[in-house]
């Protein structure tokens, strides 16, 4: 079983950077399709972004296009999110997710998760 562990949260002012990191360990992502989701306080978990294997695909949520890049570097086994031009709106916790279906990146079609990291956008 894969062990996600998601870094790179914090607190940051509308229009910053933030660049999160989900650091795999127990058994190879090379292969597998990875994302990140959220989900704020009382919402459901939202699809964010996801990367094929070999980075050749990428797909991301209409609310993040253009703001976020998601990126990976299997020699790491290391899956990343730029985050740029933040709004308060994307304040939540930020999970990475393992076995995401690109074609239908839903959060009940992940494998694995990770503990997640909290983004906080403040106006």
């Known amino acids: 079983q894969v062990q996600l562990v998601e870094s790179g949260g914090g607190l940051v002012q509308a229009g910053g950077s933030l660049r999160l990191s989900c650091a795999a360990s127990?058994?190879?992502?090379?292969?597998?399709?990875m994302g990140w989701f959220r989900q704020a306080p009382g919402k459901e978990r939202d699809f964010v972004a996801a990367i094929s294997w070999n980075a050749g695909s990428t797909r991301y949520a209409d609310s993040v296009k253009g703001r976020f890049t998601i990126s990976r570097d299997n020699a790491e086994e290391t899956v990343y999110l730029q985050m740029s031009s933040l709004k308060p709106e994307d304040t939540a916790t930020y999970y990475c997710?393992?076995?995401?279906?690109?074609?239908?990146?839903?959060?009940?079609?992940?494998?694995?998760w990770g503990q997640g990291t909290q983004v906080t956008v403040s106006s």
């Open positions: 997710a393992s076995g995401v279906k690109l074609a239908i990146p839903t959060a009940r079609g992940v494998d694995v």
């Open positions: 127990g058994r190879t992502i090379k292969w597998t399709v």
